[in-house]
């Protein structure tokens, strides 16, 4: 079964940094591609970013591209999202999936999906 849990969310103020895990187990981790994406209260899926099978090639969107860095430990079959110079706006739950949404929006019918960590930015 394809298990995908974050953790690491919580409140922060405005400027402050989390770094988000996701541990992955029920599938060759260490050959497939991960992202991030996050849902704004409200607002629908946004993709976040993507990283390639080895850690090597990350795409970021533009929105969050500066701000944030994907890395992935594939012995730990965990991916990492750190997020920086954080913004109210970037208040909402963040999920990891092995969909890869670099050119289609994100889709829940596409990949596995976690349960998601929130994070709240605010003063």
């Known amino acids: 079964e394809v298990q995908l849990v974050e953790s690491g969310g919580g409140l922060v103020q405005p400027g402050g940094s989390l770094r988000l895990s996701c541990a992955a187990s029920?599938?060759?981790?260490?050959?497939?591609?991960m992202t991030w994406v996050r849902q704004a209260p409200g607002k629908g899926l946004e993709w976040v970013g993507t990283?390639?099978?080895?850690?090597?090639?990350?795409y970021y969107s533009d929105s969050m591209k500066g701000r944030v860095a994907i890395s992935r430990d594939n012995n730990q079959n965990t991916l990492y999202l750190q997020l920086n110079s954080l913004k109210t706006e970037d208040t909402a739950m963040y999920y990891c999936?092995?969909?890869?949404?670099?050119?289609?929006?994100?889709?829940?019918?596409?990949?596995?999906w976690g349960q998601g960590t929130q994070v709240t930015v605010s003063s």
């Open positions: 029920g599938f060759n981790f260490r050959i497939t591609w």
């Open positions: 999936t092995n969909g890869d949404f670099r050119k289609v929006p994100p889709n829940r019918s596409i990949g596995a």
């Open positions: 990283i390639d099978a080895s850690g090597i090639d990350t």
